[in-house]
């Protein structure tokens, strides 16, 4: 069952809604809200693993490297049922954490005295994650299905994959 989109949902709330149908984890979110916890402990996790990796590789790689990741994750998550389901979507929070300090760092790499311009412009288009999540909500709604909705968030992530291997660059 597909839940109506409000205001107040969100990015989290998406996640939740889609682990409670039957084909994942079939149980009531106040049941399962605190799975969200393991989104951003594996977010905590990555952050750590991926400031390693970020000193031996180049950002651009890793970030390429972790946005296709998330796609297959996803694609675990859409083609699979159960506990597999659940945790694959989950740990996209595992590769969700290096990309925005990343992204940022890349982008306003080699601008110098317009780099403030720059840091700027990459702050307005985190607008798009506001929007995102509305046109996720509005993709499920119309499909009936919140894994057909998950292309949305796999086009994102490989549109981030194709920036990191641009702007790939040596550690």
């Given at each position: 069952m597909v839940r109506q989109w409000s205001p107040s949902s969100g990015h989290y709330r998406h996640i939740i809604n889609y682990l409670a149908q039957d084909r994942v984890l079939g149980q009531a979110e106040s049941v399962i809200g605190w799975t969200i916890?393991?989104?951003?402990?594996?977010?905590?996790?990555?952050?750590?693993?991926?400031?390693?990796?970020?000193?031996?590789?180049?950002?651009?790689?890793?970030?390429?490297?972790?946005?296709?990741?998330?796609?297959?994750?996803?694609?675990?998550?859409?083609?699979?049922?159960?506990?597999v389901a659940a945790y694959s979507l989950l740990a996209v929070g595992l590769?969700?954490?290096?990309?925005?300090?990343?992204?940022?760092?890349?982008?306003?790499?080699?601008?110098?005295?317009?780099?403030?311009?720059?840091?700027g412009i990459i702050n307005v288009a985190i607008f798009g994650g506001a929007v995102v999540p509305l046109l996720y909500g509005v993709l499920a709604d119309v499909s009936g299905s919140l894994a057909f909705a998950m292309i949305l968030p796999i086009a994102c992530y490989a549109i981030i994959a194709g920036f990191g291997i641009f702007a790939r660059r040596p550690a």
């Open positions: 916890g393991l989104y951003w402990g594996g977010a905590m996790v990555g952050r750590f693993i991926g400031s390693y990796f970020l000193r031996i590789f180049s950002p651009g790689k890793i970030l390429a490297f972790n946005a296709t990741g998330s796609i297959l994750l996803i694609l675990i998550s859409t083609m699979t049922t159960g506990k590769m969700n954490s290096i990309m925005f300090p990343t992204i940022f760092s890349l982008a306003c790499e080699k601008l110098g005295s317009r780099a403030a311009d720059g840091s």
